[in-house]
């Protein structure tokens, strides 16, 4: 079955950095079209960054340029690499297939960007 497991979360003060890496297995993760996504409390999960199986990367305008997402199909990881972090970048944050997810998400790695 699929399993999607985030790592690399955790507390930074405005301006710093964090890289998120999550591992994929139970499905063809080289084909896969794949997403970060992050929920903030009381608001809808949203889709903050893609990459295609051909490496085609795309990122919501509210994080362009801070944010990079990058695959490895050899360890059947995709990473999130994010800079210049806002408060209002605190959320969970899970990857998942994008477009469309798969119906099982994992269990997201906490992001708090806080003085």
């Known amino acids: 079955q699929v399993q999607l497991v985030e790592s690399g979360g955790g507390l930074v003060q405005p301006g710093g950095s964090l890289r998120l890496s999550c591992a994929a297995s139970g499905f063809f993760f080289s084909i896969a079209n794949m997403g970060w996504y992050r929920q903030a409390p009381g608001k809808q999960r949203e889709l903050v960054a893609s990459?295609?199986?051909?490496?085609?990367?795309n990122y919501a305008d509210s994080v362009k340029g801070r944010f990079t997402i990058s695959r490895d199909n050899a360890k059947n990881t995709v990473d999130l690499q994010m800079n210049s972090l806002q408060p209002e970048d605190t959320a969970v944050y899970y990857c998942n297939r994008w477009n469309p997810p798969f119906d099982s998400w994992g269990q997201g790695t906490q992001v708090t960007v806080s003085s």
């Open positions: 990459i295609s199986n051909i490496r085609d990367t």
